[in-house]
């Protein structure tokens, strides 16, 4: 048994300690916001937070998560009133949605470790997550708003 | 008596002068030094250090290199002042302490990373000499020693990494044994610099 917390939540899983950390997610304990896109860590569809880093759970082992603290999309705000999940609703960012919750988890810690960023440092930070329909605009638009909101504490 | 005084002067300051010609000129080494054997060695080391697995993390540029190609990373990953990404293109939120295993796959180490931002340790486009006389100095080396320096390339982790670099990469043209004793062997010559 490993013991995982993900959501400041704590789970007992039954699983090798060498499976990926998105199957644990979805698979196990049913988190499934968290998406499948690529396994090898090239699209960003999987992102999650490891002790506040934006990593890729499906290269993620079980093994490093062991006794460290995930946060998910569920877990990213208890009511969905994270400024970055206001923003997307009020920019209307997703088209088929797939890739978002990934886009979210990124822009989360950019936006942490710099509350005012510019375009240039969006695309330092977003590129790595790859949305097929191409909502690149609005997610940056997004971002720009959701400074704006945890700016002003709203 | 006074002829014998100028005589042991004479001599006296024929052998000084003898001296540093010959030390300016490197007629003659300090034993155990060879500048041929040190050089030829650093000839050997060089080809390593330039091959993709060494070459690829020491980025003329802020972002790392990927492939046998040394493309740039894809995703516009950047260095960052740490040398560890920047946001959410960080190194170790892809590269595990371990390689993934699959061809493509990220390769791992437990200290992934590139070199700061204020010594960027640049192997890229650099000649034999330049690269030599980047290592030996340590306000570019990490303040090594020339023993640090072989300590480094024979037992550091993610220099190792380099012979054991994942499915699908290629190994760098010496075993590493040999390129620690090639190391090894430029320093103990002399630590001499290439001629270009």
């Given at each position: 048994m490993v013991t995982l917390t993900v959501n400041q939540k704590e789970y007992q899983v039954d699983a090798s300690p060498d499976m990926p950390l998105l199957w644990v997610l979805r698979d196990i304990l049913g988190l499934t916001g968290t998406k499948f896109g690529c396994g090898m860590a090239l699209c960003g569809a999987c992102t999650v937070h490891l002790n506040g880093e934006a990593v890729r759970s499906c290269v993620t082992l079980l093994n490093r998560a062991a006794g460290q603290q995930i946060i998910t999309i569920e877990g990213l705000s208890p009511d969905n009133s994270h400024p970055l999940q206001r923003a997307w609703i009020q920019a209307d960012v997703p088209q088929c949605g797939y890739c978002q919750s990934g886009q979210?988890?990124?822009?989360?810690?950019?936006?942490?470790?710099?509350?005012?960023?510019?375009?240039?440092?969006?695309?330092?930070?977003m590129t790595g997550n790859i949305c097929r329909c191409g909502t690149y605009p609005r997610i940056r638009k997004a971002i720009h708003l959701a400074a704006q909101l945890q700016e002003g504490g709203v | 008596m006074r002829v014998v005084y100028f005589l042991l002067t004479v001599s006296f300051i024929g052998m000084i002068a003898m001296s540093f010609h010959q030390r300016s000129s490197g007629a003659t080494e300090e034993p155990g030094k060879d500048k041929a054997a040190s050089q030829k060695a650093f000839a050997a080391v060089y080809k390593v250090l330039m091959s993709p697995r060494c070459m690829n993390c020491h980025p003329a540029g802020d972002a790392p290199l990927q492939g046998d190609d040394s493309h740039p990373h894809m995703q516009n990953v950047q260095r960052g002042p740490e040398g560890k990404g920047v946001y959410a293109l960080k190194c170790t939120n892809?590269?595990?302490?371990?390689?993934?295993?699959?061809?493509?796959?990220?390769?791992?180490?437990?200290?992934?990373?590139?070199?700061?931002?204020?010594?960027?340790?640049?192997?890229?486009?650099?000649?034999?000499?330049?690269?030599?006389?980047?290592?030996?100095?340590?306000?570019?080396?990490?303040?090594?020693?020339?023993?640090?320096?072989?300590?480094?390339?024979?037992?550091?982790?993610?220099?190792?990494?380099?012979?054991?670099?994942?499915?699908?990469?290629?190994?760098?043209?010496?075993n590493h044994a040999e390129f620690a004793?090639?190391?090894k062997r430029w320093i103990d010559k002399g630590a001499y610099l290439p001629d270009k």
């Open positions: 979210i988890m990124s822009a989360a810690v950019l936006l942490r470790e710099n509350p005012h960023p510019t375009d240039k440092d969006i695309d330092d930070a | 892809c590269h595990q302490p371990q390689n993934t295993s699959g061809e493509h796959m990220p390769p791992g180490n437990p200290k992934w990373a590139l070199p700061p931002a204020d010594r960027k340790m640049v192997f890229q486009g650099r000649s034999p000499r330049q690269l030599a006389a980047q290592l030996l100095d340590p306000r570019l080396n990490g303040g090594r020693t020339k023993e640090q320096l072989i300590e480094h390339v024979t037992s550091d982790t993610l220099v190792l990494w380099g012979w054991h670099p994942g499915d699908g990469r290629t190994l760098p043209p010496l004793r090639q190391f």
